[in-house]
Nanobody, 116 residues
C-alpha cells in the first residue's frame, strides 16, 4: 500500500535551515506529482510546495517563495523540502502528500518549530 514517511523536522532558530525528507513506497513514484503541506496550530492545512513528476518544475506558497526548494530523487523514491531563512510563522507540522487514483495519501508529519 501507499506509504509516506517524513523526517528531518526539529527545533531551529529564526534564520536557520532544515531539510525535510519524505520516503515513499507502494506506488510508482515517478508517475506522480508530489506535494508538501503544513498545518500550524489552529490553522487549516496549506499547500507549501509541489513538484512535477520529472522534478523539472515546482510551485510554491507565496510566503515561502525564495526560501523553500522542493526536489525529488526518483531513483530513491524520495521528495525533499529545503527550507532556509526560517521564520516563526513557519512553525507547523509538515506533511508529504500524493494523490494516487484520486485518493490522497498523507504521511504522519514532521514537526518544525522555529523558536529562539
Amino acid at each position: 500500500q501507499v506509504r509516506l514517511v517524513e523526517s528531518g523536522g526539529g527545533l531551529v532558530q529564526p534564520g536557520g535551515s532544515l531539510r525535510l525528507s519524505c520516503a515513499a513506497s507502494g506506488f510508482l513514484f515517478n508517475n506522480y506529482i508530489m506535494r508538501w503541506y503544513r498545518q500550524a496550530p489552529g490553522k487549516e492545512r496549506e499547500l507549501v510546495a509541489s513538484v512535477t513528476r520529472s522534478g523539472n518544475s515546482a510551485t510554491y506558497l507565496d510566503s515561502v517563495k525564495g526560501r523553500a526548494t522542493i526536489s525529488r530523487d526518483n531513483a530513491q523514491n524520495t521528495v525533499y523540502l529545503q527550507m532556509n531563512s526560517l521564520k516563526y510563522e513557519d512553525t507547523a507540522v509538515y506533511y508529504c502528500n500524493v494523490r494516487v487514483e484520486l485518493v490522497a495519501y498523507w504521511g504522519q508529519g514532521t514537526q518544525v518549530t522555529v523558536s529562539s
